[in-house]
């Protein structure tokens, strides 16, 4: 079964940081560009970050561009989102996704993990 | 970057209606363009991929459309179970921008 299981989030003081994971398992994690979505309580989707197959490039949204860095570590089958510099609006669920087909750019996300909620309050 | 404007933002119809979901883009994106479907509480759902494309599962209900920078997705005859938010998202290039989001309940 295609999965994606999401950890590391939590309760952080603005300015302070988290480093969420994104565990995969059923498919060719190498072979797929991921991405992060998050979804603000109440509010709408929005993408985050994406890195390409081979982490050859990374792409950030400008709300994070300089605080938050997407990795992944292929061996591993696990993608990383570091945040730094967290905010009050940075809290929301983050999703991590795969992308619909094999190869290196982002594309549609067919596959979501249940979410990893992070709280930034003092 | 390229703006994503989605309406109407919420719609109400009866169980079997036709529905209408529009997204436009501010520049032209081909057929780059997916839409998702998520349920309260539940985590999006792939519908429609390449605007038009039905994802694998997906009921033959749903239906995209469009190229360029309008796009649609319909609901032939809206079902109970289809009590949602929908978004459209564009995948041309990054950023990879969601539509507001049209949430769509049953009268």
């Known amino acids: 079964e295609v999965q994606l299981l999401e950890s590391g989030g939590g309760l952080v003081q603005p300015g302070g940081s988290l480093r969420l994971s994104c565990e995969a398992s059923?498919?060719?994690?190498?072979?797929?560009?991921m991405s992060w979505v998050r979804q603000a309580p109440g509010k709408g989707l929005e993408w985050v970050s994406a890195?390409?197959?081979?982490?050859?490039?990374?792409y950030h949204a400008d709300s994070v561009k300089g605080r938050f860095t997407i990795s992944r570590d292929n061996s591993q089958n696990t993608l990383y989102l570091q945040m730094n510099g967290l905010r009050a609006d940075d809290t929301a669920v983050y999703y991590c996704?795969?992308?619909?087909?094999?190869?290196?750019?982002?594309?549609?996300?067919?596959?979501w993990g249940q979410g990893t909620m992070v709280t930034v309050s003092s | 970057d390229i703006q994503m404007t989605q309406s109407p933002s919420s719609l109400s119809a009866s169980v079997g209606d036709r529905v209408t979901i529009s997204c436009r883009t501010s520049?032209?994106?081909?057929?780059?363009l997916a839409w998702y479907q998520q349920r309260p509480g539940k985590t999006p759902n792939l519908l429609i991929y390449?605007?038009?494309t039905l994802q694998s599962g997906v009921p033959s209900r749903f239906n995209g459309s469009g190229s360029g920078t309008e796009f649609t997705l319909t609901i032939s005859s809206l079902q109970p179970e289809d009590v949602a938010t929908y978004y459209c998202?564009?995948?041309?290039?990054?950023?990879?921008?969601f539509g507001q989001g049209t949430k769509v309940t049953v009268k």
């Open positions: 996704a795969k992308s619909l087909w094999f190869g290196d750019l982002p594309d549609a996300s067919d596959i």
């Open positions: 520049q032209d994106i081909s057929i780059y």
């Open positions: 998202q564009k995948y041309d290039s990054a950023p990879w921008t």
């Open positions: 890195i390409s197959s081979s982490s050859g490039t990374t």
């Open positions: 390449a605007a038009s």
């Open positions: 059923g498919f060719a994690f190498r072979s797929y560009a």
